[in-house]
C-alpha cells in the first residue's frame, strides 16, 4: 500500500474545472475573478486537517503491514486483535499498551522460530511447534495481501468521503465571496486565459470562518 499521499493529486478533477455564475449574468459589462481551488484546499484549515488525518490512517496501516511482515509468526486471533487495538478511533493509553504488549509477544513467537531454524537437530516436540510456526508464517502471507488490498480501498474511500465535505465548504466560501465582491463569473486559475481578479486569499479566508 502506497503510504504517501500526493497533494496535487488528491483533488477531483471536476472540482477544478468548475465556473461559476450568479444569478444576472450578461456578457456584457460581467465583472470576473479567478479563484485556485487546490489552494484552498492545500491552504485552508479545513484541507490541511483532511490531509494530515488522511496521512495518520495511511502510516497506520503502513506500520501494521510492515510489522506483519517483519514478525510473520502470528496467529489469526493475534492479527485481528492488533489490527483492532492499531485502528481503533480514539485509542486510549491502555489501547496502546495492549497493542505493544501483543507485539511483544509476536515477537517472542518470531525470535523462537529464528531460533528453531538454526538449531542442528530438533525433538519431535520442537519440530512440531516448528511446522506449526511455519503454517502461520505462510497464512500471514495471505493475510498481508488481503489486508494491504482492503486498506488500500480504504483509503480510497476516507479520502472521497473527507474530500467531498471540504470541497462542499470550499465552494460555498467561493459563491459567498464572489457575491459579496460582485463578481458575476468565477473562473478556475486552471482555465483562466488571462489575468483577472483573484479572490483565493478571501476563499480561503471564508473557509477558515466556516465553522
Known amino acids: 500500500m502506497n503510504n504517501k499521499l500526493n497533494k496535487l493529486g488528491w483533488v477531483a478533477a471536476g472540482a477544478l474545472a468548475v465556473t461559476m455564475m450568479f444569478s444576472g449574468f450578461q456578457a456584457n459589462g460581467s465583472?470576473?475573478?479567478?479563484?485556485?481551488?487546490?489552494?484552498?484546499?492545500?491552504?485552508?484549515?479545513?484541507?490541511?486537517?483532511?490531509?494530515?488525518?488522511?496521512?495518520?490512517?495511511?502510516?497506520?496501516?503502513?506500520g501494521l503491514l510492515e510489522f506483519l511482515n517483519t514478525n510473520k509468526i502470528v496467529s489469526a486471533d493475534q492479527a485481528t486483535q492488533l489490527r483492532t487495538l492499531t485502528l481503533k478511533p480514539g485509542a486510549t493509553q491502555a489501547d496502546k499498551d495492549a497493542a505493544e504488549k501483543l507485539k511483544s509477544d509476536i515477537r517472542a513467537e518470531n525470535k523462537k522460530f529464528n531460533d528453531l531454524m538454526v538449531k542442528a537437530t530438533l525433538t519431535d516436540a520442537e519440530r512440531a511447534?516448528?511446522?506449526?510456526?511455519?503454517?502461520?508464517?505462510?497464512?500471514t502471507d495471505n493475510l498481508l495481501q488481503q489486508w494491504s488490498n482492503e486498506f488500500s480501498q480504504d483509503i480510497t474511500n476516507m479520502r472521497e468521503e473527507k474530500l467531498a465535505s471540504v470541497l462542499q465548504k470550499s465552494r460555498a466560501a467561493v459563491t459567498a465571496v464572489g457575491k459579496k465582491e460582485g463578481y458575476t463569473i468565477i473562473f478556475?486559475?486552471?482555465?483562466?486565459?488571462?489575468?483577472?481578479?483573484?479572490?483565493?486569499?478571501?476563499?480561503?479566508?471564508?473557509?477558515?470562518?466556516?465553522p
Do not use: H
Open 31 to 62: 465583472k470576473m475573478a479567478t479563484v485556485d481551488m487546490q489552494r484552498i484546499l492545500d491552504e485552508s484549515r479545513a484541507g490541511k486537517k483532511v490531509f494530515d488525518d488522511l496521512t495518520n490512517e495511511v502510516n497506520l496501516r503502513q
Open 129 to 139: 511447534s516448528f511446522n506449526e510456526m511455519n503454517s502461520r508464517r505462510q497464512n
Open 188 to 210: 478556475p486559475t486552471t482555465v483562466a486565459v488571462y489575468a483577472a481578479n483573484d479572490i483565493t486569499d478571501a476563499a480561503i479566508k471564508a473557509v477558515d470562518e466556516t
